[in-house]
Nanobody, 119 residues
């Protein structure tokens, strides 16, 4: 399963960006799909994830500012990021987990998209 991300860029503090990620390949199901981020010299951390059942989970540092949404028919997930802060600067990675058409499990990552927030 391949993931293609888009929407990163440079924005001033307080601004907004919208990331998108689309999964393709021999997909039978997408059980979980979401975003993680990694800043230099830090570990990758959860930003937001959504499950096929419609539940959501957010990292503490983005609650109230970021919103994840999913269009199941398009195998696409979006991340609306508002009130961005310099500490949100990182590479944002899309992740998807589920089963392929041959019922083999997958855990796929996108190539990452850079988000830079200037102060």
């Amino acid at each position: 399963v391949q993931l293609v991300e888009s929407g990163g860029g440079l924005v001033q503090a307080g601004g907004s960006l919208r990331l998108s990620c689309t999964a393709s390949g021999s997909i039978f199901s997408i059980n979980g799909m979401g975003w993680y981020r990694q800043a230099p010299a830090t570990q990758r951390e959860l930003v937001a994830i959504t499950t096929s059942g419609g539940s959501f989970s957010y990292g503490d540092s983005v609650k109230g500012r970021f919103t994840i949404s999913r269009v199941n028919s398009m195998n696409t997930v979006y991340l609306e990021m508002n009130n961005l802060k310099p500490e949100d600067t990182a590479i944002y990675y899309c992740n998807a987990k589920g089963y392929e058409s041959d019922y083999k499990m997958y855990d796929s990552w996108g190539q990452g998209t850079q988000v830079t927030v200037s102060s």
